[in-house]
């Protein structure tokens, strides 16, 4: 397996532009993750996916962003307006998750690095 | 104010010698755990778990101790060497839940 995939690895934006990221989980993963790093907060958890539902996102920042999950092997992160605060490195990850064995290993993306001028 | 930065405490070792990295985990309800590397410019990297029915798990080169009473993880490396300089983070995943609570980090540096 080629392990967890985000496109694209850089992008540098405008303030004001729509950005979009995206990522390709483990096939055969139930669970995944959008992550935020900053040197100011470190590694923040954004959003949560188990079978494709959102089950968590109060770790999304405002209404500029939002996250879809249209089917188990593709994932979204949009930021709409960009703003240059959201500046970070971005990560998504899966895990395999079940109520009675509970969360296995989790694996991360290379990540998205993300400037917004 | 001036903002500041996310303050990564540092481990500065020798080539050759052995490391330990310590966290502090903060739920008692957790039992699961996880070490992660991460290298300048990469995603974090699973080095090695552990589940809170064990307190020690060995892997190659590799040792994670769990003193689940005062709620502490350790990372011990043999051996350091160049290539293990990066970022070290624990994780911490609740019992019967998706969400993991990452640490801080801890930079370690090793010296030729």
């Known amino acids: 397996d080629a392990g967890v995939i985000q496109s694209p690895r850089h992008e540098v934006t405008e303030m004001g532009q729509e950005v979009t990221l995206r990522c390709k989980p483990i096939?055969?993963?139930?669970?995944l993750f959008w992550y935020r790093q900053t040197m100011m907060r470190g590694l923040e958890l954004l959003i949560y996916?188990?079978?494709?539902?959102?089950?968590?996102d109060s770790g999304m920042p405002e209404d500029r962003f939002s996250a879809k999950m249209p089917n188990a092997s593709f994932s979204t992160l949009k930021i709409q307006p960009s703003e240059p605060r959201d500046s970070a490195v971005y990560f998504c990850?899966?895990?395999?998750?079940?109520?009675?064995?509970?969360?296995?290993?989790?694996?991360f993306g290379p990540g998205t690095r993300l400037t917004v001028l | 104010g001036e903002s500041v930065g996310l303050h990564l405490p540092t481990l500065s070792v020798q080539e050759g010698d052995n490391s330990i990295i310590n966290c502090a985990y903060s739920?008692?309800?957790?039992?699961?755990f996880i070490w992660y590397k991460q290298e300048s410019g990469k995603g974090p990297q699973f080095i090695i778990d552990?589940?809170?029915?064990?307190d020690k798990r060995q892997g190659q080169r590799v040792t994670v101790l769990l003193n689940k009473t005062v709620k502490h993880l350790s990372l011990q490396i043999a051996a350091t060497q160049p290539g293990d300089s990066a970022v070290y983070f624990c994780?911490?995943?609740?019992?019967?839940?998706?969400?993991?609570?990452f640490g801080t980090g801890t930079r370690l540096k090793v010296l030729a």
């Open positions: 990850a899966s895990s395999s998750f079940s109520t009675s064995g509970g969360s296995g290993e989790q694996f």
């Open positions: 096939s055969g993963h139930n669970s």
């Open positions: 996916f188990n079978n494709n539902v959102p089950i968590d």
């Open positions: 739920n008692s309800a957790s039992d699961y």
């Open positions: 552990i589940r809170s029915n064990m």
């Open positions: 994780a911490e995943n609740l019992a019967g839940t998706y969400k993991y609570i």
